[in-house]
């Protein structure tokens, strides 16, 4: 069975840092982009950063480029989203999802498989 776990929320100073995690099974995991997602309390649910399978490109939004960093490690099966100089606005339940395909990975696209999410909390 496939499964998506994000875990390593928390509350956390604005300012502050986090670092998730998105452990993987179930599939063949380096044919897989991996993307986090977030959403908040009635807002749409926002792709932040993405991760091919095979060359580690990298994607990240606007909203949190230059502060976040994504990375995976394909013999363990998992996906890691450093978060520094969090902002109260970073506060949202945070999701990791599985693309098929070996090409750039992108956020606008439907996700094949998704896991539970993980709440980071951010204060100011």
């Known amino acids: 069975e496939v499964q998506l776990q994000a875990y390593g929320g928390g509350l956390v100073q604005a300012g502050g840092s986090l670092r998730l995690s998105c452990a993987a099974s179930?599939?063949?995991?380096?044919?897989?982009?991996i993307g986090w997602f977030r959403q908040a309390p009635g807002k749409e649910r926002e792709g932040i950063s993405c991760?091919?399978?095979?060359?580690?490109?990298?994607y990240y939004a606007d909203s949190v480029k230059g502060r976040f960093t994504i990375s995976r490690d394909n013999v363990k099966n998992t996906v890691s989203l450093q978060m520094n100089s969090l902002k109260p606005e970073d506060t949202a339940v945070y999701y990791c999802?599985?693309?098929?395909?070996?090409?750039?990975?992108?956020?606008?696209?439907?996700?094949?498989?998704w896991g539970h999410g993980t709440q980071v909390t951010v204060s100011s």
């Open positions: 179930g599939f063949t995991f380096d044919k897989y982009a």
């Open positions: 999802a599985a693309q098929y395909g070996r090409g750039w990975c992108r956020l606008d696209i439907r996700y094949d498989y």
């Open positions: 991760i091919n399978g095979f060359d580690r490109s990298t």
